[in-house]
């Protein structure tokens, strides 16, 4: 197999191409359903305690559920402007705002050059998007750059040294479970438990953490990557041609019984400058 027909399926902005956009649309639908990401964004949002008149941003806004939330909040006075580097996903978001009627309102760009001014955001959200960073720290100082005196930011990611699969051959597990941990997946695998320090090292003071696991439907986490780790496994000779073959009956086979185990844990922290 070439290095192209294992690649893992990636969100990272620089890897979408413009037919996997639907596919990302309903899967960030999908997961916004679960109670995981719901409530974490409940805590975000109660976190950010974002006032009317203030000036808020989510960074990797995505279809912008949580900008729309953010216009709310902030009404006509204020601003909620949601950042995101994939165009598909803009046009989403804006769409979704304009059918809704929402002031939220979106704009092209990345985290490592905000197109804000220095201490001209009063509240940051950031969900699941450092995990696909090569420069957080880069990352954290941009956020903290616009910050306001008083401002605040909640990151959100998931650590995926914390998912866990079942059933399997243990050995196959191991593999499978150590391939989620490793870069193959994300470039930052480990993000959720690095927040704290990342924001830290921007100067940020962390006031509050809070952590929800997601439980992972079994057609998702087999579309979002599962099958080309377990392909890349196999090449890596990891595990055996036989192995990925009795691993995935079985894991379909647990799945018509209701048996069927995949979860991650998500962090989440908030600071202020």
Not at 29 to 36: F, G, L, T, V
Not at 57 to 72: D, F, I, K, M, Y
Not at 159 to 188: C, F, I, N, Q
């Amino acid at each position: 197999m070439s290095d192209g027909e294992l690649r893992v399926r990636s969100f990272q902005s620089d890897r979408v191409d413009e037919k996997e956009v639907s596919y990302l649309v309903e899967l960030l639908d999908r997961q916004a359903a679960m109670s995981a990401v719901s409530e974490l964004r409940d805590w975000a949002h109660e976190a950010l305690a974002v006032r009317p008149g203030q000036r808020a941003v989510e960074v990797g806004s995505g279809t912008g559920p949580s900008v729309q939330r953010l216009a709310a909040a902030v009404g006509p006075d204020g601003e909620a402007i949601g950042l995101d580097v994939n165009a598909g996903l803009l046009a989403v978001a804006e769409d979704r705002a304009r059918r809704a009627d929402s002031a939220a309102r979106f704009v092209h760009g990345d985290v490592y050059a905000a197109p804000f001014a220095d201490g001209s955001v009063d509240a940051v959200l950031c969900e699941r998007v450092f995990q696909f960073l090569d420069r957080p720290e880069h990352a954290v100082a941009e956020i903290a750059r616009v910050l306001r005196p008083g401002g605040r930011v909640v990151l959100i990611d998931s650590d995926w040294s914390s998912a866990t699969l079942y059933p399997g051959d243990p050995e196959v597990l191991r593999a499978v479970e150590s391939m989620l941990a490793g870069s193959l997946h994300t470039r930052e695998p480990l993000a959720g438990r690095k927040l704290r320090s990342w924001l830290a090292g921007a100067s940020l003071t962390v006031t509050g953490h809070e952590a929800r696991t997601m439980f992972l439907p079994y057609d998702m986490f087999l579309n979002a990557g599962l099958l080309a780790l377990i392909d890349l496994a196999v090449a890596h000779g990891e595990i055996t041609a036989e192995q990925r073959q009795q691993f995935l009956a079985g894991l379909a086979d647990a799945q018509s019984r209701g048996e069927f185990h995949a979860s991650v844990t998500m962090f989440a922290v908030v600071a202020h400058r």
